[in-house]
């Protein structure tokens, strides 16, 4: 996890689940082959529906046609980010996409766990409702070292909560390289 995160925000609604994330179709595709798992990112957030994205018009893909990288750096969501299934993938499918961070008001447990194990995104919370405040295109700037976000368009600036103890563990690289590095366990 980088110190300053900067980049444009993608703001989603409530409830977004795994399988909005990277819908199920989409799982076939080898992690271990590089040209194989851009799929991951190419098809990232196919499965929100616009009447569920919290985007204006409801028009503003997350992916580009013919791309495998979004414009997007953070996610911006509401409250149960990342509910639904165990998918493992979701929180890959995002780090594929160019996601480095997402802000929600809340998440479901196994989103936010697996997004720290394997260090794919840092999840970030905030106490205000920024899925209302922030608009997708905004540019952003996230401190993760000081938990702040400016949004550089609109010149405002609010306090994150804090990571508390999965911050080792995102700045480590996740779970088990910080438990190699920490000699939690062994380097073999």
């Known amino acids: 996890m980088k110190a300053i995160i900067k980049g444009k925000a993608f703001v989603l609604g409530n409830d977004i689940d795994t399988?909005?994330?990277?819908?199920?179709?989409?799982?076939?595709?080898?992690?271990?082959?590089?040209?194989?798992?851009?799929?991951?990112?190419?098809?990232?957030?196919?499965?929100?529906?616009i009447e569920q994205s919290g985007l204006p018009q409801g028009n503003i893909p997350f992916i580009k046609?013919?791309?495998?990288?979004?414009?997007?750096?953070?996610?911006i969501g509401g409250k149960n980010f990342g509910c639904g299934s165990s998918r493992e993938h979701a929180p890959f499918a995002l780090q594929i996409a160019g996601i480095e961070a997402v802000i929600a008001d809340g998440y479901a447990r196994i989103f936010y766990r697996n997004a720290i194990d394997g260090a794919f995104v840092a999840p970030f919370e905030s106490t205000q409702h920024l899925a209302q405040e922030i608009k997708t295109g905004d540019e952003l700037e996230l401190d993760t070292t000081k938990c702040s976000l400016k949004n550089l368009?609109?010149?405002?600036?609010?306090?994150?909560?804090?990571?508390?103890?999965?911050?080792?563990?995102?700045?480590?690289?996740?779970?088990?390289?910080?438990?190699?590095?920490?000699?939690?366990?062994?380097?073999?």
């Open 19 to 49: 399988d909005q994330i990277i819908p199920a179709a989409h799982l076939v595709y080898k992690l271990d082959d590089p040209e194989e798992k851009k799929n991951y990112g190419k098809f990232a957030f196919s499965g929100v529906p």
């Open 65 to 75: 046609e013919g791309q495998w990288q979004s414009d997007y750096t953070i996610v």
């Open 153 to 188: 368009t609109q010149k405002k600036e609010y306090q994150l909560s804090p990571l508390g103890d999965i911050e080792h563990i995102l700045r480590g690289g996740g779970i088990f390289e910080y438990a190699r590095t920490s000699g939690m366990i062994s380097k073999a």
